[in-house]
T-cell receptor, first 113, second 115 residues
Framework: ELKVEQNPLFLSMQEGKNYTIYCNYS?????LYWYRQDPGKSLESLFV?????AVKQEGRLMASLDTKARLSTLHITAAVHDLSATYFC?????????????FGEGTQLTVNP | NAGVMQNPRHLVRRRGQEARLRCSPM?????VYWYRQLPEEGLKFMVY????????ESGMPKERFSAEFPKEGPSILRIQQVVRGDSAAYFC?????????????FGQGTRLTVV
């Protein structure tokens, strides 16, 4: 059974600081997603990482994937308050009859002024 | 092209009643996935359907829960005789192909509260 673990689960940081969220998964996978969720809202797709060594950047967020280590990171540069949200990684795994996403527990990020 | 539409957005049911949650996939999408999110937790897979077929229901509770995706109309997630523990946000996602080949898009979710 595919397991996905994120850490930290809670992150409080000051504006302007840098930090990294980690996502470990237990079995080989073809792709990994990062999502953002604001309270009471749906999931917003941030990144789709398709291969070993993939790196994608959008604004202050950068995601990378190391399939050999089964590890993805989401790096936050010079955080701003608007980045406060919960961030999920999700790994595609093969179910018995097709593929599905398995989500981590989420990292609740609070950026303080 | 409208996104994945779920309704209702909020649903309140008394214990023992039935809850019906609807998901209209994006145009051209024939694959639907339902996920449940308990408070302060991540999303848990429930069921994967294609038109008129249940492909993978390994995440569905064995009793009281059922799902369908008819040839015409939205996908329905039905919960019979709801209990307090069913209170959660239920999200559906749709894609034109199975997850393996393309990204899926999530709806806004239905927040079910059982009182």
């Amino acid at each position: 059974e595919l397991k996905v673990e994120q850490n930290p689960l809670f992150l409080s940081m000051q504006e302007g600081k840098n930090y990294t969220i980690y996502c470990n998964y237990s079995t080989t996978s073809d792709r990994l997603y990062w999502y953002r969720q604001d309270p009471g809202k749906s999931l917003e797709s941030l990144f789709v990482l398709l291969s070993n060594g993939a790196v994608k950047q959008e604004g202050r967020l950068m995601a990378s994937l190391d399939t050999k280590a089964r590890l993805s990171t989401l790096h936050i540069t010079a955080a701003v308050h608007d980045l406060s949200a919960t961030y999920f990684c999700a790994v595609e795994g093969r179910g018995t009859s097709g593929s599905r996403l398995t989500f981590g527990e989420g990292t609740q990020l609070t950026v303080n002024p | 092209n409208a996104g994945v539409m779920q309704n209702p957005r909020h649903l309140v049911r008394r214990r023992g009643q039935e809850a019906r949650l609807r998901c209209s996939p994006m145009k051209g999408h024939s694959h639907v996935y339902w996920y449940r999110q308990l408070p302060e937790e991540g999303l848990k897979f429930m069921v994967y359907l294609q038109k008129e077929n249940i492909i993978d229901e390994s995440g569905m509770p064995k009793e009281r829960f059922s799902a369908e995706f008819p040839k015409e109309g939205p996908s329905i997630l039905r919960i019979q005789q709801v209990v307090r523990g069913d209170s959660a946000a239920y999200f559906c996602a749709s894609s034109p192909l199975p997850f393996l080949n393309t990204e899926a898009f999530f709806g806004q979710g239905t927040r079910l509260t059982v009182v």
